[in-house]
């Protein structure tokens, strides 16, 4: 589950819970702001300087408040949180929704912060290393490319021989909502990066944040 890189991750990740999906769209959160982001990878075992296997491409994005993340956004009212997300992959990223759209077998995690009275559903999706690269560039033409999104960037999945550079310096940075988190959970969860050497990159990004 997610309770070691829970101990070993920020103090923002013990405001979340993990929630069951049903539950977190039930009338109970009904009044609560529902957010709906994804990530979009592709598996890349070709090696950085000849030395350092990347494992995946993952496509997460700078933001307009300068701040990294995932895309996706707001579930607005009448929508559900799967309509949002494919929504506003279209708006951030000009993600072509009749080859790429995300499903509910794409729902990895939801989350919940009661005092925020927030509900962040997460979704991962699959697809190859040459259709990622195409939706890579068609992401420079998106309606909120320039505004509210400022390019989509691959996060660095190794580290580097002085246990910093890599992963966890890319770690460092400042994320929105959980989404640091979000991004170790699917790096576990889909077997991409083992959880002993998340726990070794939590360690390494903490020493240098501190
Ligand atoms: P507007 O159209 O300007 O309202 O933005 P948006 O609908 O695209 O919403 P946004 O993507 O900013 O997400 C809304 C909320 O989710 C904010 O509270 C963010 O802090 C949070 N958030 C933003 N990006 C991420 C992310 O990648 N993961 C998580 N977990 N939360 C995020
Ligand atoms: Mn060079
Ligand atoms: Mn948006
Ligand atoms: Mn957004
Ligand atoms: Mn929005
Ligand atoms: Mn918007």
């Given at each position: 589950g997610f309770s070691d890189i829970e101990s070993q991750s920020s103090k923002t990740l013990l405001e979340y819970e993990e929630i069951l999906f049903q539950e977190s769209v039930s009338e109970k959160f009904k009044n609560f702001t529902h957010a709906a982001h994804g990530m979009l990878y592709a598996l890349d075992d070709r090696l950085v300087f000849g030395m350092?296997?990347?494992?995946a491409a993952i496509l997460m994005q700078l933001r307009f408040d300068g701040i990294l993340g995932f895309p996706g956004g707001l579930v607005d009212p009448g929508e559900n949180p799967m309509e949002a997300l494919n929504r506003e992959m279209e708006e951030e990223i000009n993600l072509d929704l009749t080859q790429h759209p995300f499903t509910n077998d794409n729902h990895l995690v939801t989350f919940l912060h009661h005092k925020k009275q927030l509900v962040l559903h997460f979704f991962t999706k699959e697809v190859s290393l040459d259709q990622f690269k195409n939706i890579e560039l068609k992401s420079?033409?998106?309606?909120?490319?320039?505004?509210?999104?400022f390019g989509s960037i691959r996060p660095p999945l190794f580290t580097m021989e002085d246990g910093f550079k890599g992963l966890p310096a890319f770690l460092s940075n400042q994320f929105a909502g959980n989404s640091r988190e979000q991004l170790l959970y699917a790096l576990k969860s889909r077997n991409i990066i083992t959880s002993e050497e998340i726990a070794t990159c939590v360690e390494s990004m903490k020493r240098h944040v501190e």
């Open positions: 350092f296997r990347q494992r420079l033409n998106a309606k909120e490319y320039g505004l509210e999104c």
